[in-house]
């Protein structure tokens, strides 16, 4: 079979093109198709019959989804899907101080040999040229002095590398001071427990020069007493607790009972320290097999916790939604959350599986995401998390930090109705995350990450019923730290599933290049503003904006270009038509004839119906028209009889007044019609279906009453007690709409009742925020380029 040749084309590199045309089709350039270049435009070429292979006689750019992925060309969504792909037992950096305690280790048959010597080289080769060991590119004083006080032990103890041995003790002599000033918030976890225990073994070693009984010192064996008083060791040989992780910095334990807490895979709460730590003390088989499994994957080496396989598969999922790509990848993301669903417990999940001991940092983001997905899981869950009304990351925590609690706030948002757990923690984290901003209190115990505080703040002010996808992206663009967020473990560590600048490069391209298709198709929509001559119908040019807006910031992917603009457009005519039924000079007659003539298709002018009414009339049709044409250009389905009878449908009930104006539920059927979700007779008789229309109805037509008046509080959507959440019944029924949505409606397709919830998330946009938010937003998501 012939090919076609290479295409030589002007500001083109060489395009070899390999694949066998088909006859008379376009054909749509596959990644697979091309090397590995990346093309900011691809070709669309048609073919004659194979006589004519060779000839190309139309180029075009195209704009769908697989031209997107030919443009970064197997490159960086192709390498994102095989991150999620491969995510395994999880990826991270090394750790140097958990790599010590594993060099620390001596051989199971009693041998004055290290059991692992790679270990031991691992920590010869990465000293840092200042002396210390740790992460290169972020200096944290309780990271720097925990990882070079344990490499100079582990050294010292088998009495190698002196020369390093002593510039790890300079280092440390000359830093120590700097843990008076260090940030109590930025405090390694498990700090007070492991450092004094180091410094003892350091003593016993017979390394000098270090000053053991400075006043900081001390502060630290206060602050390990005091986190003993809260964890007793009697309940931690019974139940897993946080000390699991930091069993080497504690002594007279009763390792018959502690064996029984092991993970299957043979850790203590995934510590390879605290496991090292075990097998000295035990010889247990369990620890020395799991510890010798991660020192022949990491070549000597040790990551500060293994597996991490659950917290980086959320996480990720996580950062890709809310970077506004996370389509490109759905069908990895389903897999993931399937890999996390099967360890789901009724006490939550931690961020490796077959842990007893859980979080609530893990669980509520877990949570959250499957709750959105379909994925059935008790909020009772957070009962495990709460004590005395306050809810902690994990028991004996003794500083609270800001994204657990953050995490759980946004959890506590996706509530069904009368789960009143849900309803304590979103009171308690919104009042605890308010405090801490109001403090300037931000720095967080989990993460060190430039954007949080704005992140934060962002979160209280916009609830998620109101954040819409645009919305959240193009802030969060700005919020998302990339390959320099640092993660705070027992040592800084990084994360690259969930922390890379592979994610932000694609969600900034694929941002404005959405942007560039929304500015042409708001310049398409101002045109047809004018040639309608909708200024004379009481459309100012400002809600023409606002309607377009609302739709592109929620149906926002290129493609869908239809769909935004039979959205806006039927918004605006929506309105049209209702002031005109409802203004004083409109008479029944008038209205009646306005049905009569649009059941007919009639454009003519009747002898009872208006100039207006016969221009609004026609306004109508042709937008029916062209939706029509739309939908059967892209989805080869004629909808023309379905969009005529939903609309008569609507201008009956207009008619008839309606306890509640159903522009919402018209506006749903319109969005899934363009869009090709089959919306049949029998959906529309289902009583799921009936149910989400009316409560969308519902919730619609009140919240488009609170943004007529605007009674909002005093700075708009920055006011925890605006009226419309302190309106109960509004958030029941939000409640209830979110249950329909993600619970119960098995018969209904899901892109179908999603559509409700979507609509209904732009009423409330528009009825919380105040009018200069909203422009604001108006003005960074339309019409500012993400840099």
């Not at 298709?601 to 016969?614: E, F, R, W, Y």
């Not at 506006?667 to 149910?691: F, Q, W």
């Amino acid at each position: 079979m012939k090919t076609l040749p290479t295409l030589q084309l002007p500001s083109f590199p060489a395009v070899p093109y390999k694949r066998p045309f088909s006859v008379a089709k376009v054909l749509l350039l596959r990644s697979e198709d091309l090397p590995q270049n990346n093309y900011k435009r691809i070709l669309k070429v048609f073919n004659h019959e194979y006589k004519s292979l060779s000839k190309v006689y139309e180029m075009d750019v195209l704009k769908d989804e697989e031209a997107f992925e030919v443009s970064m060309t197997k490159g960086d969504i192709y390498h994102i899907r095989e991150m999620l792909d491969t995510m395994g037992d999880g990826r991270t950096s090394l750790s140097p101080y958990d790599t010590a305690w594993i060099a620390l280790v001596r051989n199971i048959q009693e041998l004055d040999l290290p059991q692992f010597p790679s270990s031991l080289q691992w920590i010869a080769n990465n000293q840092l040229s200042d002396g210390s060991w740790g992460d290169e590119h972020f200096f944290l004083t309780y990271d720097r002095l925990l990882n070079t006080l344990a490499c100079v032990v582990a050294l010292k103890s088998w009495n190698i590398h002196a020369h390093k041995i002593e510039k790890g003790i300079i280092f440390i002599k000359e830093n120590i001071h700097k843990l008076k000033s260090a940030e109590a918030e930025n405090m390694t976890c498990g700090f007070e427990i492991v450092f004094p225990s180091l410094l003892q073994r350091a003593r016993n070693l017979g390394i000098d020069n270090i000053p053991y009984d400075a006043p900081v010192i001390k502060e630290i064996y206060a602050a390990r007493d005091r986190k003993m008083e809260r964890i007793p060791k009697d309940l931690m040989h019974t139940v897993p607790t946080s000390l699991l992780f930091s069993l080497e910095g504690l002594q007279d334990l009763d390792w018959k009972k502690l064996l029984k807490l092991q993970t299957p895979l043979g850790s203590f709460l995934t510590s390879p320290a605290s496991t090292a730590f075990a097998l000295m003390e035990t010889k247990d088989d369990k620890c020395f097999r799991y510890l010798d499994d991660i020192v022949k994957k990491f070549n000597g080496g040790a990551p500060h916790s293994y597996p991490t396989d659950l917290f980086p598969r959320l996480w990720a999922v996580d950062r890709l939604q809310r970077l506004g790509i996370s389509r490109f990848f759905e069908s990895q993301i389903t897999d993931i959350f399937h890999y996390v669903y099967g360890f789901w417990t009724k006490e939550g999940i931690f961020s490796a599986r077959y842990s007893r001991f859980c979080d609530i940092d893990v669980t509520s983001m877990g949570f959250r995401l499957l709750r959105l997905h379909g994925f059935s899981v008790n909020p009772d869950v957070f009962k495990h998390f709460k004590n005395d009304n306050k809810f902690s990351c994990y028991g004996g925590q003794m500083i609270e930090s800001a994204t657990p609690i953050f995490n759980l706030y946004r959890a506590s948002q996706v509530q069904f109705p009368g789960e009143t757990i849900l309803e304590e923690a979103k009171k308690f984290s919104y009042s605890f995350l308010q405090e801490k901003l109001e403090s300037h209190q931000l720095l967080d115990k989990w993460v060190i990450s430039e954007g949080l505080s704005d992140e934060i703040k962002k979160g209280l002010e916009l609830p998620w019923y109101a954040d819409l996808p645009r919305v959240e992206a193009r802030f969060y663009i700005e919020q998302y730290g990339g390959a320099t967020d640092v993660w705070i473990g027992k040592t800084l560590y990084r994360m690259p599933d969930i922390s890379n600048n592979v994610y932000l490069d694609v969600a900034k391209f694929d941002y404005n290049r959405c942007q560039a298709q929304h500015e042409t198709e708001w310049n398409e929509i101002q045109k047809w503003y004018a040639n309608a001559n909708l200024q004379e119908l009481g459309i100012t040019r400002k809600y023409l904006l606002h309607a377009y807006f609302l739709a592109a910031a929620t149906i926002f992917e290129p493609e869908r270009s239809n769909v935004r603009l039979a959205w806006a457009k039927s918004q605006i005519i929506c309105k049209i038509i209702t002031s005109h039924f409802k203004h004083k000079t409109t008479s029944l007659e008038q209205r009646i004839d306005f049905l009569e003539n649009f059941r007919n298709n009639i454009d003519g002018l009747s002898k009872t119906q208006s100039k207006t009414g016969h221009g609004i009339l026609n306004i109508l049709l042709k937008t029916l028209d062209q939706s029509s044409k739309d939908a059967w250009r892209i989805h080869g389905r004629d909808t023309s009889h379905q969009l005529h009878d939903a609309w008569g449908a609507w201008l009956m009930k207009l008619n008839k007044g309606v306890e509640y104006n159903e522009d919402a539920e018209l506006l749903v059927y319109i969005i899934n019609i363009c869009a090709g979700h089959m919306v049949s007779e029998e959906t529309l008789l289902d009583p799921v279906y009936k149910r989400l229309s009316k409560l969308t109805n519902k919730i619609c037509q009140q919240l488009h009453g609170y943004e007529n008046e605007k009674v909002l509080g005093i700075d708009g959507c920055s006011t925890e007690n605006n009226s419309i959440k302190c309106c109960t019944e509004i958030e029941r029924d939000m409640q209830a709409l979110v249950e329909l949505v993600f619970c119960e409606s098995n018969v209904v397709n899901k892109n179908v009742n999603q559509t409700f919830l979507m609509v209904a998330k732009t009423y409330y946009y528009g009825a919380y925020c105040s009018p200069e938010t909203i422009d604001f937003h108006i003005s960074k998501v339309l019409f500012e380029r993400v840099v």
